[in-house]
Nanobody, 126 residues
Framework: QVQLVESGGGSVQAEGSLRLSCAIS????????MGWFRQEPGKEREVVGV???????RYADSVKGRFTISQDNAKKALYLQMDSLKAEDTAKYYC????????????????????WGQGTQVTVSS
């Protein structure tokens, strides 16, 4: 069972930056999708950005140009660099991976991910 552990969350003022990390362990196979998601209390979880097996990244319109996903070469860590943060970015952020086969276009669908971290809270004050 893949283990994912997020870190790097915290409180920051608007226009500030944070870098989230997701340490990945207990798995040596391939990932078809890797992604970052976020959820506010009482709201549905939403996709922030994903990277498919070809290394292609996609971002939600709300974060495009401000957030950047990266990963280390061994795929043992996934990162989310968040710049120009806004109050509406406040949420709990989760990393997730998909180890079962799926077309790259399905990486946008959170239902396809089979391993999730516990989440890290990001709070942006205006």
């Amino acid at each position: 069972q893949v283990q994912l552990v997020e870190s790097g969350g915290g409180s920051v003022q608007a226009e500030g930056s944070l870098r989230l990390s997701c340490a990945i362990s207990r798995y040596t196979g391939s990932f078809y999708c890797m992604g970052w998601f976020r959820q506010e209390p009482g709201k549905e979880r939403e996709v922030v950005g994903v990277v498919d097996s070809y290394g292609i990244t996609r971002y939600a319109d709300s974060v495009k140009g401000r957030f950047t996903i990266s990963q280390d070469n061994a795929k043992k860590a996934l990162y989310l660099q968040m710049d120009s943060l806004k109050a509406e970015d406040t949420a709990k952020y989760y990393c997730a991976v998909r180890t079962s086969y799926g077309e790259p276009r399905t990486c946008w669908e959170s239902s396809g991910y089979n391993s999730w971290g516990q989440g890290t809270q990001v709070t942006v004050s205006s």
